[in-house]
């Protein structure tokens, strides 16, 4: 299959590049562990550089930073910043990736395969899992006899960079005229981003429905689409914006996007994609499968002013 059928708008597809960290036990032993982060954040995979350490670093696990082609980028060990203590490497990996608009590597013992699967496969992480990662693993892949973890790249530099924490960002909350009026669906896989972005949101005066996942976003509406028909009303009566994030367990926003533009009764609602993956690529295929705006979340602080746009723009209010 080709990169361009990763864009197709009637799939749910992503590539997971498989990372093992091995960690040094109490007792001497070393234990593999296996872990992944989508292909769209990567873009390279490199010997480990030569690092210059910085000064008074708060974080033991920035190691420092690296030249390359001559951008100075950070560098993390994902095992101290996760806990453990990862065993030495000679033929250790770094990982250069690039989100929200910010290039960084994190160092890991090897990088082994690259998977292409749909979104379904992802399951959304248990309660034991989040504490246990630091609440830092957003699915759980199984392959074959082994489970790998999906890391939250963002939450881990946020934890370095306070610009970065999205569970701080400051989104516009001033009261909107005739929002009560106005019942908004958001879908996100973080229980922090998605508190934050239901809570502002019912300040501004606006009705909303949060939930973690595309697919409970898409069964929310089908449920609430068939309960609007038995009282001879439409969905759209009841459900008039969606806000979705784009990478979520089981069926990403791309996918849930496309749906309900191919479902009668749904299709003209007004949609929202915010991501740290909008690239120009992830654009197109926004575009593609009928989203009306598309937000980096960087720039979520103006979520209301987008939201007062769009609905005066598609529903003439």
């Known amino acids: 299959m080709s990169q361009n059928s990763l864009l197709n708008v009637n799939n749910n597809e992503l590539e997971i590049i498989e990372f093992i960290i091995d960690e040094k ?25 030569n690092i210059t350490s910085v000064p008074s670093k708060c974080d033991s696990s920035v190691l420092g930073t690296f030249n390359l082609r001559g951008k100075v980028l950070p560098i993390l060990n994902l095992a101290t910043w996760l806990g453990k203590t990862m065993t030495e490497e000679s033929n250790a990996k770094v990982i250069v990736t690039e989100f929200s608009g910010v290039q960084a590597a994190f160092l890991v013992s090897s990088v082994t395969s690259i998977h292409r699967m749909t979104w379904d496969r992802i399951e959304p992480p248990n309660q034991y899992v989040q504490t246990y990662s630091r609440d830092s693993i957003t699915g759980v892949l199984r392959i074959q006899n082994r489970v790998l973890f999906i890391l939250d790249m963002e939450k881990i530099l946020a934890s370095l960079d306070s610009t970065l924490d999205m569970s701080q960002i400051k989104v516009d909350t001033s009261p909107v005229e005739g929002a009560a009026q106005f019942h908004l669906l958001v879908a996100d896989d973080s229980n922090s981003l998605r508190h934050i972005i239901k809570s502002s949101l019912q300040k501004s005066g606006f009705q909303v429905t949060a939930v973690a996942s595309g697919r409970e976003a898409w069964e929310f509406l089908q449920k609430t689409r068939d309960e609007a028909q038995n009282e001879g009303k439409e969905l759209t009566d009841i459900v008039h914006l969606v806000i979705s994030d784009i990478e979520m367990p089981e069926m990403d926003g791309h996918m849930l996007t496309a749906k309900i533009r ?56």
């Open 25 to 49: 036990q109490p007792d001497g032993s070393s234990y593999s562990g296996h872990y992944g982060i989508n292909v769209a954040k990567v873009l390279e995979i490199i010997r480990l550089p």
């Open 262 to 317: 191919d479902t009668p009764g749904m299709s003209t609602l007004p949609i929202i994609l915010f991501s740290s993956l909008i690239t120009e690529a992830l654009y197109a295929k926004g575009v593609k499968v009928g989203a009306d705006k598309q937000v980096s979340k960087p720039d979520l602080p103006g979520l209301s002013k987008i939201i007062r746009e769009l609905i005066a723009e598609k529903l003439n209010k």
